[in-house]
């Protein structure tokens, strides 16, 4: 069975400071891919990342990196220079290679961005 | 808006009553998800469509609940006899897996049931 795991309910960063979030996962698929999705108060999940688990390059998206470790089986979001639009709750989040939007969610951090 | 959408935004109910929830996808995505979120957790998955087939449907997917695609766009998410662990929200998304795209979300229907 597919599980994410992530162990920080809640982080929090000063504004322009660097933060990172931690995900692990368990799978024994070789196809798959891996997210982290920001959840603001307005609720709309929001893709911040994506990672396909062949590459072996960590994916970026600006502000945003990760640090996939696949024999680790970790997935982690590093966010430089972080802004108040940054806080919200993040989700790490797992889908099969045929099937990318049947997703396995974690439970979630809570993102807390202070000027 | 080109975004998936989804109605009512909000939904007060008693509980034992019927309530039906409709995601909107974005156009030219085939496939549509539906996920229940509590508060303090990840959303979990419940089922998804491919056009108008159910491919998969959750454990968690009750009798009391039915989702239907009838035309492979919008979808419908019923909960029968509706009871107080029902209330969440409701999360609808869309794909389109020949473009190999990652699921689009909706804003989601909050359901309360008192």
């Known amino acids: 069975a597919q599980t994410v795991t992530q162990s920080q309910p809640e982080m929090s960063v000063q504004e322009a400071e660097t933060v990172t979030l931690s995900c692990t996962y368990d799978t024994s698929e070789s196809d798959y891919y891996l997210f982290w999705y920001k959840q603001p108060p307005s609720r709309q999940m929001i893709l911040v990342i994506r990672q396909e688990a062949y590459k072996q390059q960590n994916a970026t998206e600006n502000r945003f990196s990760v640090n996939f470790q696949k024999a680790a089986k970790s997935f982690s979001l590093k966010i430089s220079d972080s802004q108040l639009g940054d806080a919200a709750m993040y989700f790490c989040a797992y889908s099969r290679g045929s099937t990318l939007g049947r997703l396995y969610f974690g439970r979630g951090t809570q993102l807390t961005v202070w000027p | 808006d080109t975004g998936v959408s989804q109605n009512p935004r909000h939904k007060i109910t008693k509980r034992g009553q019927n309530v039906t929830f409709r995601c909107d996808p974005i156009?030219?995505?085939?496939?549509l998800y539906w996920y229940r979120q509590t508060l303090g957790q990840g959303p979990e998955f419940l089922t998804y469509?491919?056009?108008?087939?159910?491919?998969?449907k959750s454990r968690l997917l009750s009798d009391r609940f039915s989702a239907e695609r009838p035309k492979g766009s919008f979808s419908t998410l019923e909960i029968q006899r509706t009871e107080q662990g029902d209330s969440a929200m409701y999360l609808c998304?869309?794909?389109?897996?020949?473009?190999?795209?990652?699921?689009?979300f909706g804003q989601g229907t909050r359901l309360t049931v008192v």
């Open positions: 469509f491919q056009n108008e087939a159910q491919l998969e």
């Open positions: 998304a869309s794909s389109f897996p020949d473009l190999n795209t990652e699921a689009f």
């Open positions: 156009s030219e995505h085939n496939r």
